[in-house]
């Protein structure tokens, strides 16, 4: 559990904004094969956290972008070398609070993931597709495929 309370400076004197959230995370795993993983927040204003609001934290009135969203993720790993699994989040502002012109409606990550770890070398594969929703332009995808590879130490 988590929460968080910030201000904004705003262009008018002595105003500020308040940023405000709050937060739950879990992580279980079931037998040692199969892992959750998974976040839910709500707040306002949070675009300074990790870009929550897609990134709006005051509409054109300078009032506070409500928002909500979280993540969830499962992870299989049939040998200590292979993991496999997916995941899903969503990032969802109030959209009474938003430009109508303007305004980001909602943002929605999938992703597909495998890593081999044989020793403390780790080579990874991922598939994320993101979609964003505009007011005016509807909804917009991107897709990404990454390759990595790292030292686990």
């Known amino acids: ?11 008018a004197l002595d105003t500020f904004i308040v940023s405000r959230a709050v937060a739950a995370s879990i992580r279980f795993s079931v037998t040692g094969l199969f892992e959750v993983r998974g976040e839910a ?9 990790g ?21 969830a993720q499962l992870n299989i790993k ?21 430009d109508l012109a303007t305004g980001r409606l909602r943002n ?6 495998l890593h081999y770890t044989p020793g403390p070398v780790v080579f990874a594969v991922e598939f994320r597709r993101v979609e964003t929703t505009y007011s005016t332009l509807g909804t917009l995808f991107v897709h990404h495929f990454n ?5 686990r130490f």
Do not use: C, K
């Open 51 to 71: 870009g929550g609001g897609i990134g709006q934290n005051l509409n054109a009135a300078d009032a506070p972008v409500r928002t909500r969203g979280g993540w």
């Open 1 to 11: 559990m988590g929460g968080h309370y910030g201000w904004i400076a705003t262009t």
């Open 108 to 113: 929605v990550t999938m992703e597909g993931h």
């Open 147 to 151: 390759v990595g590879m790292g030292f």
């Open 78 to 98: 049939p040998t200590p070398e292979f993991e496999f699994g997916g995941g899903y989040g969503f990032d969802d502002p109030t959209d009474s609070d938003l």
């Open 41 to 49: 927040f709500a707040g306002q204003a949070l675009a300074g956290l």
